[in-house]
């Protein structure tokens, strides 16, 4: 019996350390993107336009049955 409760704390001190770990890597990551110096625009994904193959700001972009196209254009009339 004591056999199983030790094997029980071990797995969940393995779990525990791997939740830690993986905590920590996800702060690191969102640290380092929304991390910009002031005065600077924080950088924007960008994507590509699927009718004339402009890449453009995610913001300024429409999303279309193909993906995004040009929101100020025929692009995203078509
Ligand atoms: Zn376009």
Redesign the pocket.
Known sequence: MAKVVAWLVLIFVVLLALRIINVRKIRSKTRGATRAPAGETIAQPMVR?A??G?FLPRSDAKAVTEGY??AD?E?AKR
């Open positions: 336009c009718r004339c402009v196209a040009c254009s692009c």
